[in-house]
């Protein structure tokens, strides 16, 4: 039995039952890496003694007889924007390189204490900013299903890593589409959930008000289980949603027995298709929308006209909140310190260091957002772009009183080359032309597998969302359409991935 291969929800159960030890699963997948991530370039640090601790751990507590969580023993890879004691954390950045975090985040703590085993950090789009992870100060990470080919961005590391069979499970963060683009383009699941569901503490800011960290993983049950684990109220986390966590697991697994979507409403949205959208992402999406309709599910079609300015809002207010929280990359607090040679003042050292440790686009969105923010442009591009942020909220609201759910293709194409966009930042923003609407007005998204589009082989990602705080409708939704997928078309990642 390849233990590689099975769902986090497998390897629980055989690990509660003793079938396995927790040892001999994180020694499979460190092994599958050792294998395949000079490839893949999944991981930028594996922690193997940290791994293989951990899970000694747990089957100690197992022989003790004490009672363990749903995934206790699971491996999963971390994405190396989470603070991670005495283990390196770079979130993508040179200028990082070096740091040592003296404190977990409060997702890394969560994992930690419910038994899951964090196999290392995964590569990234330095401080998320990107779609493909060619932004990363280490190199790209390729993608599983064609290795020439982007894995999506900023989480590519964390998408690749499920895909490659490094881990189950992994841990991503989505500030307009970092765990849902990766997913499409990887045949994974991958989930944003509300805004203020998950904590952001020891989360590294790239865009305080979007950011949100979210489970990845390969089938949607196992991307609940992990999102009730790192989900709920944190008072570290001042955005933090004092409320109960959506019952997801509980809604993964009513999705997947009864798949009936009777009495479901679901919309389509109208201007998710048309110029820039690959024909086989719209063909399988299309199937998609039929298939809901046998399921039972009434489907309508519903105009959100300001999401066509969704990007453009994005691109100012992303930038302008990155420009301030990476200001305290000043060479006196963390990491990387050049110029530092006695003869220099502070702010000549700050300089210098900030010019050698940020990469292009980092330094791009720093001086876009600078230049939107300051005094006689912040109301014509700032204040403008919260405007159309409060109409798109409008939409999403308007269409809500309609619909339960939303649908669209997750993003426009399949993965593209590597290279093909790097120099082109426009072309790479269009990417996440569907994604970037619900980080804006907070709500919850998933992208779940939904074949493969027949021009390339390549997989494609159905999108559906639900209203703030109504994650679990995304479980739901998402598990009967998992569920009637693979008994219609087969399970593209589990059946038809090409070996590496
Ligand atoms: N690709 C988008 C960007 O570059 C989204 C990134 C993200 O969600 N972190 O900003």
């Not at 050792?34 to 922690?47: I, Q, R």
């Not at 064609?146 to 963060?173: N, V």
């Amino acid at each position: 039995m390849d233990l590689t291969h099975l769902t986090a929800a497998e390897l629980a159960a055989r690990i509660a039952d003793g079938t396995v030890s927790a040892v001999e699963v994180a020694e499979a997948h460190l092994a599958r890496i050792d294998a395949v991530d000079e490839k893949v370039h999944a991981f930028l640090h594996v922690d193997r003694d940290g791994a293989l601790a951990q899970a000694r751990r747990v089957d100690e507590a197992r022989a003790r007889g004490e009672r363990l969580g749903p995934l206790a023993g699971v491996p999963l890879a971390l994405k190396d924007i989470f603070t991670t004691t005495g283990v390196p954390t770079t979130c993508g950045s040179k200028i990082l390189e070096g740091w040592i975090p003296p404190y977990d985040a409060t997702v890394t703590r969560r994992l930690k204490d419910a038994g899951l085993v964090i196999l290392g950090k995964t590569n990234m789009d330095e401080f998320a900013m990107g779609s493909s992870t060619e932004n990363s100060a280490f190199g790209p990470t390729g993608n599983p299903w064609d290795l020439t080919r982007i894995p999506g961005g900023s989480g590519g590391g964390s998408a690749a890593s499920i895909a490659a069979f490094q881990a189950p499970l992994a841990i991503g963060t989505d500030t307009g589409g970092s765990i849902r683009q990766p997913a499409a383009v990887t045949g994974t699941v991958g989930v944003k959930p509300t805004y203020g569901g998950v904590s952001r503490y020891g989360m590294i800011a790239f865009s305080s008000s979007l950011d949100q960290g979210g489970p990845c993983a390969r089938t949607v049950l196992d991307a609940a289980l992990l999102h009730e684990v790192i989900a709920g109220h944190d008072p570290l986390d001042s955005t933090s949603i004092d409320a109960p966590v959506p019952p997801v697991v509980e809604a993964a697994r009513e999705g997947a027995h009864a798949v009936s979507l009777a009495g479901m409403r679901i919309g389509v949205v109208a201007e998710f298709r048309g110029e820039g959208y690959q024909d086989g992402v719209m063909r399988r999406f299309d199937e998609a929308v039929a298939l809901l309709r046998e399921l039972g599910a009434e489907v309508v079609e519903v105009s959100c006209p300001s999401f066509d300015k969704a990007l453009a809002a994005y691109y100012l207010i992303a930038p302008s909140e990155c420009s301030s929280n990476l200001a305290r990359f000043d060479a006196m607090r963390y990491g990387l310190r050049v110029g530092d040679d006695g003869t220099r003042s502070a702010e000549e050292v700050t300089s210098l260091t900030r010019e050698a440790g940020f990469g292009a686009e980092v330094k791009r969105r720093i001086m876009l957002g600078t230049y939107a923010l300051s005094a006689g442009y912040y109301d014509a591009y700032y204040g403008s772009a919260q405007k159309v942020r409060t109409l798109i909220s409008r939409d999403f609201d308007s269409a809500f009183e309609r619909v339960d759910v939303l649908v669209s293709p997750t993003t426009p194409t399949t993965a593209f080359p590597l290279g093909e966009r790097v120099d082109d930042p426009m072309a790479m923003y269009l990417a996440d032309l569907c994604t970037i609407p619900s980080p804006l007005a907070g709500n919850a998204a998933m992208s779940v597998p939904c074949g493969l589009a027949p021009e390339d082989g390549l997989p494609v990602g159905l999108q559906i969302i639900a209203p703030a705080l109504a994650d679990d409708r995304l479980y739901r939704v998402g598990a009967s359409v998992e569920a009637a997928f693979r008994a219609r078309w087969g399970h593209p990642l589990l059946e038809e991935a090409p070996a590496l």
